[in-house]
């Protein structure tokens, strides 16, 4: 039961190449050409939401980062595509798993990081000690922050796998005792099962909010401006 339970969260199959991962890819080469050059309902709500999404992105960065705003708004879009193609029937999530999530979460890290101490290492020291700390503890919290910095890119990448999955794992656990159910109890499961699809895809639009969110906050901390 258990195996059964988390082999949807399998990228192997029975082929010698998997093709589980194409599905990261595969809805944005199928849309059609005349979504992307026409206006219609979902470019217009897509539009709007880049909008806020930029506006806010901005407000939190500054007003000269308007090519990370871009760059930020790019990674939340994939995110939330990903997140919302698991949630059709058949189609591998690849959200749930740790390769995705750190693949997007450690480069992105990575690069402020460098860029920071490369350029600006006296603001990249400062932040390390909060001010107003007592000369005594300046020691431990220059240990704390290092280490808080340190564990950024694993937890930005562990709160999104964690939560694809445990979603995903409660409508496979209902998914699999609908058929071992009696008929009076059908229709309430069909009921808990719609609403957890509900509370899915909420779950889907929050998650990348929150890592795209978090991302701008931990990028915020890098002074882009030359003094």
Not at 129 to 138: E, F, N, V, Y
Request: aromatic residues 12%.
């Amino acid at each position: 039961m258990m195996a059964n339970l988390f082999s949807t969260f399998d990228p192997a199959t029975s082929m010698k190449m998997s093709l589980n991962w194409s599905s990261t890819f595969i809805g944005l080469m199928i849309l059609p050409s005349m979504y992307w050059l026409l206006p219609n309902r979902l470019s217009s709500i897509n539009q709007k939401l880049c909008n806020i999404l930029y506006k806010e992105f901005k407000m939190l960065l500054g007003m000269k980062s308007s090519g990370i705003s871009l760059m930020i708004i790019s990674l939340f879009m994939f995110i939330l595509y990903n997140n919302m193609m698991g949630l059709l029937p058949y189609i591998f999530t690849s959200s749930s798993h740790m390769v995705f999530t750190l693949t997007l979460a450690l480069p992105m890290w990575l690069s402020l990081m460098m860029f920071g101490w490369m350029n600006k290492s006296q603001e990249m020291f400062a932040h390390l000690i909060p001010s107003g700390t007592p000369a005594p503890l300046m020691p431990f919290m220059v240990m704390i922050e290092t280490i808080s910095n340190l564990i950024r890119p694993g937890s930005l990448a562990v709160r999104l796998t964690a939560n694809m999955i445990a979603g995903h794992l409660l409508m496979s656990l209902l998914g699999n005792n609908m058929t071992s159910s009696s008929a009076m109890i059908m229709p309430f499961i069909l009921l808990i099962q719609f609403s957890l699809m509900i509370f899915e895809t909420a779950v889907s639009i929050i998650q990348a909010y929150v890592f795209s969110v978090l991302t701008t906050l931990y990028s915020s901390e890098v002074n882009y401006e030359k003094t």
